[in-house]
């Protein structure tokens, strides 16, 4: 999957007509395109930045049919998605792993509830489901989780969810595009969308952010893909239309292993104002989140805000023996839920279903609005279905659900870090096997390795040192400090990799650890 090789194919034929464009490459952008090009669709998808650079690297990194939304009622949401989870571990069993949830019960009711409700979770799952909930004495749920607030503990109950790592698993989809026959190209905006005699969408205007250069593409279909920032191409197309997306903020902190020892994770189904929590193992590190913050504008880099650092931080302190503060706080992220608007003013954004929807303007764009990353693959099998009634494309059937994914093999009983990759980590092994200075690791507190940038640079489309350390590997999200301190490194094996100076070397690290600062709380 190389860069160079996606834009001399779009340049190749400026008469070419694709028979689908999609705009955004993030969950289900990708998704879309995976779909589209497994059917043996003409397939383009750009991305204005990074893949996953946006929400879809954000996420609680947790593949879940949704224990709050059977909460809710919304039970059409939490079938698809636990039938989705399923697929999804089965697909790509590299990335997406079985992990045990205690709910901790601090009164006498919560024990019978909340085990009463996981049994309905665990029936609709069927025969894709991850394992049985059950209730656990207060014994048993200390000796899972130590650090657990002992006073007023009477048990908990064990349920099974998903658990995955968001931006490689974008990767991945990115790269099993290529192998169907696709092309992807990341820092490709799109600026305009091109029209026939009849109004009718035919194409787009694009610029590539490295080069400056500006091309025309013609497509069938095109479709926008762009989570937080659909409204961006909406107005493209119809100048003036009301919003469709209301963003809705999230935010992580990551912490020491040591706050969360051995290998379950704690849900809180209800936190003082009614949200969840989760505190996550992940990388050998722990991920504790999340909020619900509405009413903010879209942007590619959000910023947590103090009262949601202070919530994420007070409701851990409840819970958690040994509580996290500010100093113990390693990295700390935010992302935008592309949540569709409310028909109900006044609706509280925890309560906006995180289901999707489809819409077609009159000039033929569709677009994809609401949705989340575990019922990414339905979303773009949905996608593809509407663009083959739009444009009357050859009929062919959806083959992604038993489809693997791009380095799907069954790692789960491996402890390298480099399962992640797959079947991939072989190629890893093989650079190492040439050059094994390369085998050296970037940082004495990660796990990466210098390969590991090698194989980012020349497989998986990493043009800058930012693609490396948050979204091929997720340095920048579980060690802030860290991954600035391993920005020289990478940007010098990087630059030889991609033929670039040193001035290219020294850009490169004042960026990104300018960049980096806004993931430190001070």
Not at 67 to 87: C, F, S, T, W
Not at 193 to 198: E, H, I, P, Q, R
Request: charged share 20%.
């Amino acid at each position: 999957m190389q860069r160079t090789h996606a834009l001399k194919e779009i340049q190749r034929d400026p008469d070419k007509i694709w028979d689908i464009i999609i705009i955004g490459g993030g969950a289900t952008g990708l998704g879309a395109g995976v779909d589209a090009a497994s059917r043996g669709y003409q397939t383009l998808v750009l991305e204005k930045y990074d893949f996953a650079k946006g929400t879809s690297s954000r996420s609680t990194k947790l593949v879940h049919g949704g224990v709050r939304y059977l909460a809710q009622g919304d039970i059409p949401l939490v079938l698809e998605a636990l039938h989705e989870r399923g697929l999804l571990k089965q697909n790509a069993p590299h990335l997406v792993k079985n992990l045990e949830f205690i709910i901790p019960n601090y009164d006498w009711w919560a024990g019978p509830f909340y085990t009463a409700g996981l049994k309905v979770y665990d029936l609709m799952a069927g025969k894709l489901g991850f394992g049985p909930s059950v209730h656990i004495s207060k014994e048993e749920a200390m000796r899972a989780i130590p650090n657990l607030v002992e006073e007023g503990l009477k048990g908990g109950v064990i349920y099974h969810d998903g658990q995955f790592d968001d931006s490689r698993l974008a990767v991945n989809l990115a790269q099993t595009i290529v192998d169907k026959g696709g092309c992807v190209a990341n820092y490709c905006a799109v600026t305009a969308l091109l029209k026939d005699a009849g109004g009718m969408i035919s194409g787009v205007k694009l610029h590539d952010s490295e080069s400056a250069q500006a091309f025309t593409v013609k497509a069938q279909v095109v479709v926008n893909a762009t989570g937080i920032f659909v409204d961006q191409i909406h107005a493209m197309d119809q100048p003036g239309m009301s919003k469709t997306v209301v963003p809705s903020q999230g935010v992580h902190i990551v912490l020491d292993k040591s706050f969360l020892p051995g290998d379950k994770a704690i849900m809180i189904p209800k936190t003082e104002d009614g949200r969840v929590l989760f505190a996550v193992p992940w990388h050998n590190h722990v991920i504790v989140g999340t909020t619900d913050t509405p009413g903010l504008e879209p942007t590619i880099e959000p910023r947590a805000q103090e009262e949601e650092i202070d919530f994420i931080l007070d409701t851990a302190a409840v819970f958690l023996h040994r509580a996290p503060t500010r100093s113990d706080v390693l990295s700390i992220f935010a992302g935008l839920r592309p949540l569709a608007a409310p028909e109900q003013k006044g609706e509280a954004s925890k309560e906006i279903s995180r289901g999707h929807k489809l819409t077609i303007s009159h000039s033929g764009l569709i677009s994809i609005i609401g949705g989340k990353w575990t019922t990414y693959r339905r979303m773009g099998e949905e996608i593809v279905d509407k663009a083959i009634l739009l444009v009357d494309l050859q009929e062919k059937p959806c083959v992604t659900q038993e489809m693997p994914i791009h380095g799907a093999m069954n790692s789960s009983s491996s402890d390298s870090h480099l399962s992640v990759y797959g079947t991939d980590a072989a190629g890893i092994a093989d650079i190492i096997n040439k050059h094994a200075e390369l085998a050296e690791p970037l940082h004495p507190d990660l796990p990466y390795i210098k390969a590991e940038v090698i194989w980012a640079t020349r497989e998986e489309m990493a043009r800058c040192v930012e693609d490396f350390l948050a979204r091929r590997t997720r340095a920048l999200f579980l060690n802030a400090r860290a991954s600035m301190q391993m920005a020289p490194t990478v940007a010098n094996l990087m630059a030889k990799e991609l033929g670039l100076d040193t001035a290219w070397e020294k850009q490169q690290v004042s960026t990104y650890k300018e960049h980096a600062q806004g993931y430190l709380l001070e």
